[in-house]
């Protein structure tokens, strides 16, 4: 079974570093940017056809990983 996260890639020269789809130029910030804008996964991978389904589910775990991880000062 494929480990989702792996599509996940970050490189120092490539966006700064930042986490990207499987080594392309499209940030998860990209992708879950487009979705907080309501587009579909269909229209987002209409859009960039170097994209596929699981890259958009890729996104979204990793962002929910990075939220478990996060600590909340609360006051």
């Known amino acids: 079974m494929e480990n989702i996260l ?3 890639t970050m490189e120092p020269g490539k966006r700064s570093g930042k986490p ?4 392309l ?3 998860v ?3 879950l940017g487009w979705l907080s ?7 987002i991978i209409e859009e960039h056809p170097d994209l596929v389904d ?3 589910l890729a996104c ?16």
Not at 20 to 23: A, K, L, Q, S, T
Not at 37 to 43: A, L, S, Y
């Open 20 to 23: 990207c789809v499987r080594g």
């Open 60 to 75: 979204l775990a990793f962002s929910a990983e990075k939220e478990k991880s996060r600590t909340f000062l609360v006051r």
């Open 37 to 43: 804008q309501g587009m579909t996964h269909d229209e």
């Open 25 to 27: 130029r499209i940030t």
């Open 6 to 8: 792996e599509r996940i």
């Open 54 to 56: 699981k890259d958009i």
């Open 29 to 31: 910030s990209d992708v």
